[in-house]
């Protein structure tokens, strides 16, 4: 890979030795910084989309910045070839400090779920708490806190960018969770607009046969009770009602029709 964009590189190389100052140092820099975007865009090619390019060239270029202050000519190396593995190394160490799950804690959680596997396939069951801690050789109170620490790799950042879309707008993993507490104010709205057009016209008896049955999720017995009513007369009802609402429908069916 080329890196020398500096005709005199050796000079350079001569002047910061003697004088480490920031103006030889900062000709180094940029002339090795391909190094850098080379190595990051080879680590960067592996990970997922979460991770930024450009974090991964700031944090080479740390290593970069070490290795011009330990790089010694006399041991006969090349400084490309000694500064690699400091910037690869650098980035590594980035990479991993994003990681806030410990590796130890990570390696432990593969050997629960190994555990697991190994267990469900020999019982033919899922294995007992008590059989996978025996399986992994663990007391019940070290085995509850493996399981706990292996919760928190499944854990995800809601602030993870999650890349669906050819637009400008970052969205983030929270911008796409459903919350199943809220309701959909447009579904909310069409319901009630959809109750109010096939309960208009019915009697009071009629529509709280409609609302109860289909909206309350009420029996034919539970709305009977509720209505001083025999079971078999809200069924007579219920499908009279029906069958009116059918045909008004059919009669208005321009009105519904998509133009």
Not at 66 to 88: N, S
Not at 205 to 222: G, P, Q, S
Request: charged content about 30%; proline content about 3%.
């Amino acid at each position: 890979m080329k890196t020398a964009q500096i005709a005199d590189i050796a000079g350079v190389w001569n002047g910061f030795f003697e004088l480490r100052d920031e103006f030889h140092r900062n000709l180094l820099m940029e002339n090795y910084l391909p190094l850098v975007k080379y190595t990051a865009d080879r680590i960067y090619a592996k990970l997922p989309d979460k991770v930024e390019l450009d974090d991964l060239i700031s944090a080479g270029i740390f290593g970069l910045m070490d290795a011009l202050d330990a790089f010694d000519p006399e041991r006969g190396v090349k400084f490309e070839t000694y500064c690699t593995p400091r910037i690869r190394g650098s980035i590594l160490d980035e990479l991993r400090s994003m990681d806030w799950v410990p590796r130890l804690v990570r390696a432990r959680a593969h050997q629960l779920e190994r555990a697991l596997r190994t267990l469900e396939a020999h019982l033919g069951r899922i294995p007992t708490d008590t059989e996978i801690a025996t399986e992994m050789n663990l007391e019940m109170n070290d085995f509850h806190r493996l399981q706990k620490d292996a919760v928190a790799t499944g854990i995800v950042s809601l602030s993870n960018k999650f890349n669906d879309s050819d637009g400008e707008k970052d969205i983030r993993e929270i911008d796409i969770i459903e919350d199943q507490k809220s309701q959909n104010p447009l579904l909310e709205v069409q319901k009630r607009d959809l109750k109010g057009l096939l309960t208009k016209g019915l009697t009071r008896a009629e529509r709280l046969i409609i609302i109860l049955y289909y909206y309350e999720e009420m029996t034919m017995k539970e709305i009977g009770a509720t209505l001083d009513l025999s079971e078999s007369r809200v069924s007579q009802m219920h499908s009279s009602i029906i069958a009116r609402l059918k045909a008004q429908m059919n009669s208005r069916r321009r009105e519904f029709a998509i133009s």
